[in-house]
């Protein structure tokens, strides 16, 4: 069992900055696959950012040019590190990684971005 715990969400005013951070209980340091979603009330969960194999990171276009992921492989961290935030961005953040054929998802953290 993996456990990928979020942390770093708040309240922050339009065109501020917030950064995400995800620790996972095991080892990323294999780890392809990879990344961050998000939810927003009465919508479905969206792919924010995700790794895939290679260096390509793969964005959303919504958050392209503003939202910049990154992994710490000493300290199994993922990072979204979030510019110019919108109230459209406003929602669940969540990370998730695929280690073999099992999908582990955090339990989500609250960013809220006021106008």
């Known amino acids: 069992q993996v456990q990928l715990v979020e942390s770093g969400g708040g309240l922050v005013q339009a065109g501020g900055s917030l950064r995400l951070s995800c620790a996972a209980s095991?080892?990323?340091?294999?780890?392809?696959?990879m990344g961050w979603y998000r939810q927003a009330p009465g919508k479905e969960r969206e792919l924010v950012a995700t790794?895939?194999?290679?260096?390509?990171?793969i964005y959303a276009a919504s958050v392209k040019g503003r939202f910049t992921f990154s992994r710490d492989n000493a300290k199994n961290t993922l990072y979204l590190q979030m510019n110019s935030l919108k109230p459209e961005d406003t929602a669940v953040y969540y990370c998730?990684?695929?280690?073999?054929?099992?999908?582990?998802w955090g339990q989500g953290t609250q960013v809220t971005v006021s106008s």
């Open positions: 998730a990684a695929a280690y073999g054929s099992s999908f582990y």
């Open positions: 095991k080892s990323i340091f294999s780890i392809n696959t």
């Open positions: 790794t895939t194999t290679g260096p390509r990171i």
